[in-house]
């Protein structure tokens, strides 16, 4: 069974600040693709950024990155110069190949202090 | 180009009641999902549809039916409702060209529905 672990229930930081948000999984599928999605307020899920696991380089979409370390199955989110908008709760999620749906973490409700 | 979009936003019911929430994609997407966020929690999958006339078991699908006639919609029924359903439920879409590892759900502003 595939499983998301996100520890961080909630995080704090400064505006213009970098903030890191831990995802670690487990799965024993070879093939997989990790998410990130960002719930704000208004409760829309948005999609941020993907990461395959056959991807050699780390992604990136703007100010977010996605730290990937395969071996130690993590894969956490960066978020570079954060910004009042960014306050939200962020889930980290994996896809399974062969039906395609979406195993979500608890999230973590990141607060973006002026 | 609206995406995914969900009916009703909002609705209350008596336990023992039906209702049936419909989700509408315009993207030619060929998988479709149900999931439902609790309190706290990140989201499960209900059921899921690969295809126009299929439907499979997601995570938690007792007391939820679905059914997918034509491709762009996805429908989720609730035949008796119970309070243990008060949730937010979300659909989602995906399409599978550009391979296994790259497609992207996306998803619709969901329903709150409350059973009392």
């Given amino acids: 069974a595939q499983k998301i672990t996100q520890t961080q229930p909630g995080m704090f930081v400064q505006e213009k600040e970098a903030v890191t948000l831990d995802c670690t999984y487990d799965t024993s599928d070879p093939s997989y693709g990790l998410f990130w999605y960002k719930q704000p307020s208004s409760g829309e899920m948005i999609f941020l950024i993907y990461q395959g696991s056959y991807d050699q380089q780390n992604a990136t979409e703007g100010r977010y990155s996605l730290n990937f370390q395969k071996a130690r199955k993590s894969a956490n989110l960066v978020i570079s110069a954060s910004q009042l908008g960014d306050s939200a709760m962020y889930f980290c999620a994996m896809r399974e190949v062969p039906r395609r749906a979406l195993t979500f973490g608890s999230g973590t409700r990141l607060q973006v202090q002026p | ?116």
Avoid at chain 2, 22 to 36: I, K, S, T
Avoid at chain 2, 44 to 58: C, D, F, N, P, Q
Avoid at chain 2, 90 to 103: E, I, N, Q, V, Y
């Fill in chain 2, 1 to 116: 180009n609206a995406g995914v979009t969900q009916t009703p936003k909002f609705r209350v019911l008596k336990t023992g009641q039906s209702m049936t929430l419909l989700c509408a994609q315009d993207m030619n997407h060929e998988y479709m999902y149900w999931y439902r966020q609790d309190p706290g929690m990140g989201l499960r999958l209900i059921h899921y549809s690969v295809g126009e006339g299929t439907t499979a078991k997601g995570e938690v699908p007792d007391g939820y039916n679905v059914s997918r006639l034509k491709k762009q919609n996805f429908l989720l029924g609730l035949e008796s409702a119970a309070p243990s359903q008060t949730s937010v439920y979300f659909c989602a879409s995906s399409w599978t060209s550009g391979g296994p590892l790259t497609d992207t759900q996306y998803f619709g502003p969901g329903t709150r529905l409350t059973v009392l």
